[in-house]
């Protein structure tokens, strides 16, 4: 029961830093395809969210590293077999994907409210 949970939690925790990173990474590509295409400051209206975004998104990165070291740590110790770590992989992938679509909406309270 304690591997299941364990696998468990890992997985949420990929999927929501996976997630993060992603919106960053959407974010930060859409307001330089937009400054190129457009020709417009896309910077200048939002002064403070480009570096937000770079800053979240290394702190997304480096969770998915040290997690990813913590479960191989963990993992050897409760012995997770291939399978375990497949469906960890897939599941935290297939999870992250509608997630990124809510923490864009926690994006967007955060940039109209700083």
């Known amino acids: 029961m304690k591997k299941h949970f364990v696998a468990t ?13 992603l919106t960053c990474l959407l974010n930060l590509f859409g307001i330089a395809l937009t400054s190129a295409v457009f020709n417009e400051n896309v910077k200048a ?11 979240v998104g290394i702190l997304a990165l480096a969770t998915l590293i040290v997690t990813f070291v913590l479960n191989l740590k963990i993992g050897k110790k409760l012995e997770f077999t291939k399978k375990t770590w497949w469906i960890q992989m897939v ?6 994907i ?17």
């Open 98 to 114: 509608p997630a990124v679509y809510f923490v864009q909406i926690i994006f967007d309270f955060l940039q109209k409210t700083f």
């Open 45 to 55: 209206d939002y002064p403070k969210f480009v570096p937000f975004c770079i800053i």
């Open 91 to 96: 599941s935290a992938f297939v999870i992250s």
């Open 9 to 21: 939690a890992f997985t949420i925790v990929y999927a929501l830093s996976l997630s993060v990173g």
